[in-house]
């Protein structure tokens, strides 16, 4: 019994050193001013830049939304709403995630929020503090960059020729609009609620 309770412990302690470890990552990543999105992603890049805050200028294409549910919300059953943004004749600074080139860009994923159940129609969408709900034009989107999500065994099967999603498959959902996959958690994004 000593053993196991040494071997236990020893385990603990390395744990808490890993953890300890990762926090301080990424909360130096949260405090850094944001890194301006490069036109083009190297996708195996991402894991060193998972919670680096970023900003991303394009045009949403609200025309290709995905709504990934259902997904709960303080009791209230509803969707993550997921808009590419493509950003095609962006120029942005060179950064180590990838090169510049100039008048290229790339679209990606932003994760907007969550919305509703009654707001899955584009158009019953309400208009918050005098913000659109899908903004028109170039917008800049600062958010945290990801790392592909992990399905677990019991979540559904995506069905993507349906627009029916139950999960954020990021190589797939970028497959299916011609993005790369690139997931941006937007982190003034939408959260359109029950309430008027």
């Known amino acids: 019994m000593p053993i196991i309770a040494f071997g236990l412990g020893t385990w603990q302690v390395f744990r808490l050193d890993w953890k300890t470890k990762l926090i301080t990552r990424f909360e130096d990543r949260l405090v850094r001013d944001p890194l301006p999105l490069p036109p083009n992603i190297d996708p195996s890049m991402i894991p060193s830049f998972d919670y680096r805050r970023i900003l991303a200028r394009g045009y949403f294409r609200h025309d290709q939304e995905m709504l990934i549910g259902p997904r709960l919300h303080d009791g209230h059953d509803g969707y993550l709403v997921v808009t590419p943004l493509e950003r095609k004749n962006v120029r942005d600074a060179k950064t180590p995630l990838g090169e510049d080139e100039e008048g290229v860009g790339s679209t990606v994923l932003v994760n907007r929020g969550w919305i509703a159940k009654e707001f899955e129609e584009q158009g019953k969408r309400i208009v918050k503090a005098g913000e659109e709900s899908l903004p028109r034009g170039e917008v ?39 993005a790369q996959p690139v997931w941006i958690e937007e982190t003034l994004g939408m959260d359109t609620t029950t309430e008027a």
């Open 140 to 178: 800049t989107v600062e958010g945290l960059l990801r790392e592909p999500w992990k399905k677990n065994m019991f979540t559904p099967v995506n069905k993507p020729e349906e627009g029916k999603f139950y999960f954020p498959d990021v190589e797939q959902m970028a497959k299916h609009v011609g």
